[in-house]
């Protein structure tokens, strides 16, 4: 299976849940970026310093949402449901693959907050939530599977 997560800036909150994700199964291809990403950007010290901290490597350069990446996965996740609403309207042929990952992954209203001009406490809080929501989504994945 292949996973796009997308933000805005593909600096904080993507990159984190392609991190996390990469991190807890390697049988996902996860990729990342953002609507309005430049490419090549690094991403943001805090970001790395909380995946650091929990034993997760970040050799990150961003990269904005492509047609090339939307074609590539087979499900879009996206941090917020504004998110997704851009991303259906900008992209409407893949509207059927594209949902907000707390929505998606665990049934959940709601956005994951941008922890941009954050505190580490702010990073640390992001973190937590896309922890846990991408060991929902992996357990819904391994669900849908078995049902198969």
Known sequence: MNILFVCTGNTCRSTMAEAILQHIDKEISVKSAGIFAASGGHANPLT????????????????PVTEGLLDWADLVLTMTQSHQTHMTIAYPEYKDKVHALRTYAADETGDVSDPYGGTLADYEKTYTVLYDANKQLIQKIKNQKGAL
């Open 48 to 63: 790395v310093e909380v995946l650091q901290n929990n034993g997760i490597a970040c050799g990150h350069a961003s990269q």
